[in-house]
Structures are given as structure tokens and as C-alpha cells.
């Protein structure tokens, strides 16, 4: 796919069934009640970790950019020290759009967060490997800001270095994991990862949402591209 001809998909002639809207809304809000119900235990011992850990919250609140690009709060376990300066991740995240980031061991692909980033905690280290510091995203799923299978939602300063070709990924609601989580996660460039979302977006059903979220527990379990 060619990034330049991605925002023509956006999404002319793409109309999403109501049928298929109103089952993913219901399956968000079902599974995701299920697993805070389910995962209280984990998430108690998580937040009691952080706590322990280093001072500061034990949530981590960001705003985010969502569908249509209208903002909302998102939730994660804090997973660096609570007076880390954002500049460091405001200049990797500008490196990586325009295609200057790290690339990872293998060079086949640019790491899209900081490698051994000095912000992080120990405990935070075990969350982001285990992805368990992406659980709190539950509670903006049951609230309708996020959907279980979607792109990931940018940080309004990301957005500021899209070109228009880019704003395509934020035509529907972000997600905790997607096409692009269990295709490369950490370890494509950003024009891959554009296209990954777009191609989603242009082919997305039930039994794609399923076969993503079947796909990313092993992603997950194996900590495939997590850092």
C-alpha cells in the first residue's frame, strides 16, 4: 500500500454496517466489564506494586487524541517516575514520524518507544513487558472512549507532526490492541504502522476484531516486540 494514496480509502464507500457498530459497542462494554471484574485481583496487585515502587499516583492520566480527533483522559498503571520531563519523548516521538528513530537489533525496523528510557521504574519495566500497564484502558473502553480492537490513540503532540495522509488512523475509535499491535507492535516504522491502521479501518468486521484479539494474547504472553 502506498502511503500517499491511504486517505483515499478514508473512507469513501467504507460505511460501517450499524449492525456491526452496535456489536462492537456490545461486545465492548461486555467483555470489558467482565475483565474488571474478572482481573480485580490483578489489577489490585499492580496498583499495589506501583505504590511500593516510587512515590506519585498509581495511575498515569493522559490526554489523548480519539475518534475524529475529539480528546479524552486515558488510563494506565504509572510505569515512570512521576517527575520525568515529557521533552525526551516529544523528540523521539518527532524522530520516529519522520522516520530517524533507533532501529531495533535486527535494523529492520524503528523501535516506537525509547530504548532503556531513564523515566521508567523497575515495576514500570514489568508492566510495559507484560502489557499489564495497559489494563486501566479497560475502564475508557466500558465508557465508550476506546473500543478492545482499534489504532492506538496519539498524544496531541504526535498529531501535530501528521501529515494529511496520517489523520486517516483517527476516523474511529482507538483501541487497546489492533492490526498493528499483533502485525509488528514496537518494532515498524510509522508510514507501516499508518498503513496497517488505515488498512484496518478499510476492512474491519467481527471476525477481524476476534482474530486480532485471539492474536494478541499470544503477542502479549510472549512479550513479541514490547519494551
Not at 535486527?106 to 510495559?128: E, H, Q, Y
Request: net charge positive; aromatic share 8%.
Amino acid at each position: 500500500m502506498q502511503i500517499d494514496n491511504l486517505q483515499s480509502i478514508s473512507f469513501e464507500g467504507n460505511t460501517t454496517s450499524a449492525f456491526y457498530a452496535a456489536a462492537k459497542r456490545w461486545v465492548d462494554i461486555v467483555v470489558s466489564a467482565l475483565l474488571l471484574v474478572i482481573l480485580a485481583p490483578v489489577l489490585g496487585i499492580c496498583a499495589l506494586a506501583v505504590r511500593l515502587d516510587s512515590p506519585g499516583p498509581v495511575l498515569f492520566r493522559q490526554q489523548r487524541v480519539g475518534e475524529q480527533q475529539k480528546p479524552f483522559t486515558m488510563l494506565k498503571f504509572r510505569s515512570m517516575f512521576a517527575s520525568n520531563d515529557a521533552r525526551l519523548h516529544k523528540e523521539y516521538t518527532a524522530a520516529f514520524i519522520q522516520g530517524k528513530a533507533q532501529t531495533n537489533e535486527s535494523g529492520d525496523g524503528a523501535v516506537f518507544k525509547i530504548v532503556d528510557d531513564p523515566r521508567i521504574t523497575r515495576v514500570g519495566l514489568w508492566l510495559r513487558r507484560s502489557s499489564l500497564d495497559e489494563l486501566p484502558q479497560l475502564w475508557n473502553v466500558l465508557m465508550g472512549e476506546m473500543s478492545l480492537v482499534g489504532p492506538r490513540p496519539p498524544i496531541p503532540y504526535e498529531v501535530a507532526h501528521y501529515q494529511p495522509a496520517h489523520l486517516g488512523r483517527l476516523a474511529v475509535k482507538p483501541g487497546i490492541t489492533g492490526l498493528w499491535q499483533v502485525s509488528g507492535r514496537s518494532v515498524t516504522t510509522f508510514e507501516q504502522m499508518v498503513a496497517i491502521d488505515l488498512e484496518y479501518i478499510r476492512t474491519r468486521s467481527l471476525a477481524l476484531d476476534t482474530a486480532i484479539l485471539l492474536k494478541t494474547i499470544p503477542v502479549v504472553l510472549l512479550a513479541r516486540g514490547a519494551r
